[in-house]
């Protein structure tokens, strides 16, 4: 199993930036894609992106243009740049590995403790 912890969280205003960092560690040496997602109150958590070992990424619909995902293997990181942020961002953001798939059908079997994001207006 792989263990994720997430760092990078804050208040921003609209418009501003924020680069949420996920680091791996366990059993890093599988092939996992990682990917972010993000759980508001009172709402479902939704699939933000995810990226393959290889580094072919595929967003969800709310955040393309305006996200950006990264990895580095080698540091076991995976990056969330997030720029243009609206407040409807607002949420925890959550890192997670799959072992089979990185789109939001993956399947997503390991989760960090999430950091929290928001956007004031």
């Known amino acids: 199993q792989v263990q994720l912890v997430e760092s990078g969280g804050g208040v921003v205003q609209a418009g501003g930036s924020l680069r949420l960092s996920c680091a791996a560690s366990g059993r890093t040496g599988s092939q996992y894609s990682m990917g972010w997602f993000r759980q508001s109150p009172g709402k479902e958590r939704e699939f933000v992106v995810g990226m393959s070992w290889w580094g072919v990424p595929s967003y969800g619909d709310s955040v393309k243009a305006r996200f950006t995902i990264s990895r580095d293997n080698g540091k076991n990181m995976v990056y969330l740049q997030m720029n243009n942020l609206k407040p409807e961002d607002t949420a925890v953001y959550y890192c997670?590995?799959?072992?089979?798939?990185?789109?939001?059908?993956?399947?997503?079997?390991?989760w960090g403790q999430g950091t929290q994001v928001t956007v004031s207006s």
């Open positions: 997670a590995a799959s072992v089979t798939g990185w789109g939001p059908d993956g399947q997503w079997n390991a």
